[in-house]
Structures are given as C-alpha cells and as structure tokens.
C-alpha cells in the first residue's frame, strides 16, 4: 500500500512561524455564543443547522480562517475518523467505483477513506489490513472476502470494527448486490428473446458475487424447464484477458451458445473482443450480458446490455454497519437489488425467430 503526502500550501503575507491557529475559543468570543454551540455548529459529523446563530458561526469562521484541528478532536474522541478499504485492485472500474462510493460517503459523515490493494491475495490482504491498522484507522471495509479464508474471523477474534462489501462470507456483517437475483435477471432477459443454449462466463469460486449470480443462472434456466450443458459453463477471473479466454473455449465447444452471460462487465468486454476475433456478430451471431454497468459499457461500440449495481447505497449500508452495527441477527447482511439494463448486445435469437417463422 502505499500512501502519497503532498506538502501544504500557505497563503498569508505574514511569515507562517508568526502565525496562530484559530481556535474555537476565538470564534465563539467573535459570535457572542459559547464554546460548546460553535463546535457543535461546526462539527460536520452532526447534522447541519441552518438557523440563524449557525450562519453567524459560520461566517465568522470562514472570516477568522478556522480550521478544524482533526487530530486534536481525534485525541479526544479516541478515533481518527479514518476508514481504511482494502481491494483486490484500481484498475478494476468495479473496485474504483466502490473505492469513489465509500470515499463520499466517508466525506459526507466527516470521514475519510485510506485504500490498499492486494491483487485479490489473501496474504497481502493480511499485510494491508496491518498497515492500515497501525496508521490509527477506526475500522476496515474488505471488499477481497473469500470463502476459503478466514481472515474476517481473525480480524473479529482480534476486536478488530470491519464489515464486507460485494462480498460476503455468510457471516460477517456485510453490505452486498444481490447477486443471485442479477444473474436470474440476465438470464431471463436472454431466455425471454428466445435463447436456449446460454453460456455462462462463471468467474472464480471463492467469490460469493461469482456464486450467487451462478445460482441465478441456473434458477432461471431451471424454471424455464432448459438443461444447462456442462460445457456451457466456464469460470474466469474478473479480467479482460479471462473473459476472452473464456469466450473462445464457449465458442470452441460442439454446441455453441447463442448467448453469454458474463460475470462481470471486464469479462464482458473479453469476450466481445474474443467474439468479434473469431468473425461472429453480437448480438446478431451471439448475444450478451455483462454486469454492474460500469460507465464505459454503454460507450462501446456494441452498447453492453450489463446488471447495473447500486455502489452509493452498497457504500452507504457498509458504513452504517461498520458504525452502529447490526440490528439483529438478520441485520447483519444487508442486500441491495440490482436492475438490468438492456442495451445493443442481446436481441432475439435468430433460429427461435427462424421456428417461430415456420409455425
């Protein structure tokens, strides 16, 4: 992990060692009110008052050049008002968003967010919660949780404040999509245009996002009563050059799809660049889903039909948890719905056309 510090920019005529903090003392003296009243007003932490005596405190602040002194509050709360957020990775637009969605919404509560990334290895996700531990962070949202892992549980036995995002391993406090519904989602959407032969770009194992939109898949082709083909099922990791991959070994296979439903929107854009390679047309040869609706997917030339994933309310919920804990036992997971976003890359699926025609 590594942090970047930039120097400080001061602005003043005067020599800066001849200069004095403000403090609130003298801004309640300036506004007539006491102590007590300026930092409550000022606290962003709090819910903003808009009466008149807050607008006199803060306009006497912002003229006095107060600036809070966060590590002297910090002091005396026993915390920093720092979360740290450990990744898999940042060029994951996935992992970004998140990163962004959790920053706001640390920003919006008078907090700030640290990231680490670890390339989704549970060693390094060890090393970073260290560091991130040892910089005075109040507590830590994990979006790299595994099944095969149990770091969370080293983290509670320790008293270590953390919750999961994205994923989930069953347990902990977690803030997630719900992912078994997205993946019924896509698969309905391609069911519903007429395709049959459905692969499925499945991403790996020891994610519980891969699983629940796994589980998605195979509810929807069960309850339209489609046997899946083994073969039509081919896991990945979350990257471009895996959903290629795994496109072309689809496409190699004696009983081509007619459609792909891809994990997520990097798997995605592999597999229409694999698509594309091997001379087929999407949506016209083979249809295709991607999911959480990153910005770019709507910009490619074949606009990407993906799941859209709400990251502002997944951020939100994480942090909720991560301050005030959960409820009740049922609490503990909080799942936030998707919605599919149809776009250029499905369409009907030409041979149940071609049968319909006939009839």
């Given at each position: 992990?590594?942090?970047?510090e ?12 001849k200069?004095s903090r ?6 309640a003296a300036?506004?007539g ?6 930092s ?6 709090l ?8 607008r ?14 966060v ?7 026993g ?10 990775r ?6 970004a ?7 706001h919404?640390?920003a919006r ?5 640290i ?23 109040d507590?830590?949202v994990?979006?790299?949780a ?5 770091f ?5 036995a ?5 919750v ?7 347990r ?8 078994k519904?997205?993946?019924?989602l896509?698969?309905?959407?391609l ?7 459905i ?11 891969s ?17 899946i ?7 990945s ?9 795994a496109?072309?070994?689809l496409?190699?296979?004696?009983t081509?799809p007619?459609?792909i ?6 798997t ?7 698509l594309?390679?091997?001379g ?6 083979v249809?295709?889903v991607?999911?959480n609706?990153?910005?770019i ?5 074949v ?14 919920e994480?942090?909720?948890?991560l301050?005030?804990?959960?409820t ?23 041979s ?8």
């Open positions: 992990m590594t942090i970047h930039g120097p400080g920019v001061f602005t003043s005529d005067e020599p800066q060692e200069q403000v403090t609130l003392h003298d801004v300036a506004s009110v006491s102590k007590s009243t300026v409550r007003i000022l606290d962003e932490r819910p903003r008052s808009d009466n008149e005596t807050a006199r405190v803060r306009q006497v602040a912002a003229e006095l050049g107060y600036v809070r002194d590590s002297a509050a910090s002091l005396r709360r915390n920093t008002s720092t979360i740290g957020v450990i990744v898999p940042l060029t994951d637009t996935v992992m968003m998140l990163y962004e969605a959790l920053a919404a640390c509560t008078g907090r700030f967010a990231v680490a990334t670890t390339d989704d290895e549970p060693q390094a996700d060890r090393a970073a919660a260290q560091s991130l531990l040892q910089r005075g962070v507590g830590l994990l979006s790299t595994r099944e095969d892992d149990d969370p549980i080293q983290l509670e320790r008293g270590v404040p953390y999961l995002a994205l994923r989930s391993d069953g902990s406090m977690s803030s997630v999509g719900d992912d519904l997205g993946g019924y896509a698969t309905r959407h069911l519903d245009l007429g395709h049959r032969r692969g499925i770009i499945a991403g790996p194992g020891y994610a519980s996002s699983r629940g939109r796994l589980a998605g898949y195979r509810s929807a082709m069960d309850e339209a009563g489609v046997p083909d083994p073969a039509w099922i081919v896991e990791t979350f990257g471009i050059d895996s959903g290629a991959e496109a072309e070994r496409m190699s296979g004696p081509r007619t459609a439903f891809a994990m997520n929107d990097n995605a854009i592999g597999a229409l660049s694999a594309v390679k091997l087929l047309s999407v949506p016209d040869d249809s295709l991607g999911y609706d990153v910005p997917v709507s910009r490619l030339s606009p990407l039909t993906s799941v859209r994933v709400p990251f502002d309310r997944i951020a939100a994480a942090l909720d948890l301050s005030r804990g959960a009740s036992v049922n609490d503990r997971i909080r799942v936030a719905p998707p919605t599919l976003i149809p776009r250029a890359s499905t369409s009907a699926c030409r149940a056309v071609r049968q319909a025609k006939s009839q």
